[in-house]
């Protein structure tokens, strides 16, 4: 796991070294850089030593023979397989990493080495021989890559702050993105906040030539859809348990030590044992968070003694972090780690764990991260799987269904669930399943824009890029599985896994998400509605696979996540800066939001007329990312 940046145009020498500069904490083991000999390639890393710590791990990497070149993030977990078929072919190696497995299977067949890839990167390999640059990123986005077309070639790097370092990249608003972040909190892949600045898709590869985008193609497709799985539910708890146990011990390959998440539910505390299984008498150290203030508010339950309980009863080492209203203070580091105006403040707590852990000497994570997005597990797919109480009404009785749902107070838990679930009911099809993901109506967030932003958007609407989305699975039929295609290909890569690569690589760490090995994520999307989402239970069938591993109490605990009491802290800790950053002077002055339509907004949720408190966070994460990257110099 590293940080890669570099260039392909006209550029001067001196914009590599600063491209570098700007993820220097992606790597601290040590950097490197590569130039073409007429300049118009520039190549820089920063290394995060994982796999073969030797000198000979060090990037970018070069072939002697050909002058091909690789720069790459990331780690793949089957190298030793592919290895092993590229030397029974003849291929001699001079290290041991897995980088030059990638450079070797490069030089024996090109970009068809990409598919058979398993494992987590984003990679630029310069080829000489016919003056082309290729870069390309995992299939389902765990590693972030960034680029853009300024006059003078193309540039990319693996957050955007670098691109910022090319003063020819446009700073030009993209008008989308901010609706986008306002009505989902994150940004569907490939809008930035800026127009000129793009992300890579995942499964997705460029190739670049003399500084242009020459080639696109997808190497990778989300298993949608996928035949059905051909058994009964003890086969599918087998394979389930089978083939996740495969991934751990796939995603264990390190030359370091690797630790865990541990948050006491059911995904984390699956991965932690099974990991067991693969430690080689090595005890596991795992961390977790403490928090010193109730997240009852939003309707979570604390995650600390169950945590305790699974590491007490699978004999692992727990190191807690305590936490309270303090970890605030890190929001502006947060939003300049993110890269982008995230309206969630789970990144904090898992910035502060991944910091316990390297001071623990641990710089590799596994995280139940993906379980919920493949299996299911969010309250949205036991809302959709609800729908057949009442899909069958007709539209006049849905309409109402809305009205009366969107009429709950908002200051109650269960009745904020309610609204949420049946607040969009008189929407028909997959513009209904994409407003599950909305934080707000189209209806209540288009009036916050600014009449100049509105005004750009020309009747674009955000549901667009989900939709657009979801034309691609046209043959899945199954309601539930086209919402986790959406997970999947969107809230997990631009929110989730966004926000664990960065906490993670900011200070030093690499966290992996064995949930998202290829073979589990088929077998899950080949297994029929009942075993993921049954009655009011979501990852059923996990839970089933789990049931010899886990306590019980843990395996069927109340769902809950990296809560922090948020709608306390807009009241209280956030107070003075919701009203530094939404004052009607810093509004207007940006330019983006209708200061009247913000206070509104405002005046309505402190009624409890709406829940409209990551809303208002989105508000101001966006005006501190416009601070930060904008406002400031580089």
């Given at each position: 796991m590293c940080g890669i940046a570099g260039f392909s145009g006209r550029f001067e020498r001196d914009l590599l070294a600063r491209m570098s500069a700007a993820v220097a904490h992606r790597g601290p083991d040590g950097d490197g850089s590569y130039f073409s000999s007429d300049g118009a390639i520039g190549l820089a890393h920063r290394r995060l030593a994982i796999i073969d710590l030797s000198p000979t791990g060090a990037q970018p990497m070069t072939d002697s023979a050909t002058g091909v070149t690789i720069a790459?993030?990331?780690?793949?977990?089957?190298?030793r397989e592919l290895r092993a078929q590229l030397e029974a072919a003849g291929v001699r190696f001079f290290g041991h990493s897995d980088t030059e497995v990638i450079l070797r299977l490069y030089l024996a067949c090109g970009p068809d080495a990409l598919p058979r890839l398993n494992g987590i990167f984003a990679l630029a390999i310069w080829d000489a021989r016919d003056g082309s640059l290729l870069l390309a990123r995992d299939g389902t986005g765990v590693k972030p890559l960034y680029y853009a077309q300024p006059p003078s070639g193309f540039v990319f790097a693996s957050e955007l702050k670098a691109l910022l370092a090319c003063a020819e990249v446009d700073r030009s608003i993209d008008a989308r993105a901010v609706w986008l972040y306002l009505t989902y909190l994150w940004s569907p892949t490939p809008y930035t906040m800026l127009h000129a600045v793009r992300k890579l898709e995942p499964g997705c590869a460029l190739l670049v030539r003399n500084g242009r985008i020459a080639e696109r193609w997808r190497f990778y497709e989300l298993p949608y859809p996928t035949p059905c799985f051909d058994g009964d539910a003890q086969a599918a708890a087998l394979a389930v348990r089978a083939t996740l146990d495969e991934a751990v011990r796939r995603q264990m390959v390190a030359d370091v030590p690797v630790g865990a998440f541990l948050s006491g539910g059911l995904d984390s505390s699956a991965i932690v044992a099974l990991a067991r299984r693969h430690a080689h008498g090595q005890r596991i150290q795992c961390f977790t968070i403490e928090t010193a203030h109730s997240t009852k508010?939003?309707?979570?339950?604390?995650?600390?003694?169950?945590?305790?309980?699974?590491?007490?009863?699978?004999?692992?080492?727990?190191?807690?972090i305590?936490?309270?209203?303090?970890?605030?203070?890190?929001?502006?580091?947060?939003?300049?780690?993110?890269?982008?105006?995230?309206?969630?403040?789970?990144?904090?707590?898992?910035?502060?764990?991944?910091?316990?852990a390297r001071s623990h000497g641990i710089k590799v994570?596994?995280?139940?991260?993906?379980?919920?997005?493949?299996?299911?597990?969010y309250r949205r797919h036991h809302a959709m799987v609800q729908e057949r109480w009442w899909r069958w009404l007709p539209g006049p009785a849905r309409t109402g269904l809305a009205a009366a749902a969107r009429a709950l107070p908002a200051g109650n838990p269960f009745f904020r669930r309610l609204r949420r679930a049946l607040g969009d009911a008189e929407l028909a099809g997959d513009e209904r399943l994409v407003s599950y993901f909305a934080w707000l109506r189209r209806a209540d967030s288009a009036p916050l824009l600014a009449p100049a932003v509105r005004a750009q958007l020309d009747?674009?609407?955000?549901?667009?890029p989900l939709m657009e989305s979801l034309g691609a699975i046209q043959a899945e039929r199954d309601p539930l599985n086209r919402m986790l295609f959406l997970e999947a290909k969107h809230f997990l890569c631009d929110h989730n896994l966004n926000y664990t690569d960065k906490m993670g690589m900011a200070v030093g760490v690499e966290v992996r998400v064995p949930f998202l090995d290829p073979d589990l994520m088929r077998l899950a999307a080949s297994l029929p509605q009942r075993f993921k989402q049954h009655g009011a239970q979501g990852k059923w069938i996990l839970k089933q696979a789990m049931r010899h591993d886990l306590p019980r109490d843990v395996i069927h605990r109340p769902k809950t996540g990296f809560g922090v009491p948020l709608r306390r802290w807009l009241r209280h800790e956030l107070r003075d800066m919701v009203e530094d950053l939404l004052s009607e002077r810093s509004l207007a002055a940006r330019g983006l939001f209708d200061p009247a339509a913000v206070t509104r907004l405002?005046?309505?949720?402190?009624?409890?007329?709406?829940?409209?408190?990551?809303?208002?966070?989105?508000?101001?994460?966006?005006?501190?990312?416009c601070r930060i990257f904008l406002d400031k110099k580089n």
């Open positions: 790459y993030n990331g780690e793949i977990y089957n190298y508010e939003e309707g979570f339950v604390d995650d600390l003694p169950y945590a305790q309980r699974v590491a007490a009863h699978l004999d692992v080492d727990l190191h807690t305590r936490v309270g209203p303090e970890i605030v203070s890190h929001f502006e580091r947060m939003v300049w780690h993110l890269d982008e105006p995230q309206a969630d403040l789970a990144p904090l707590n898992a910035l502060m764990i991944c910091e316990l994570l596994l995280s139940g991260a993906g379980g919920d997005d493949i299996f299911t597990g009747g674009w609407s955000p549901i667009a405002r005046e309505h949720d402190a009624a409890g007329r709406i829940d409209a408190a990551y809303p208002l966070l989105a508000l101001c994460s966006i005006e501190l990312w």
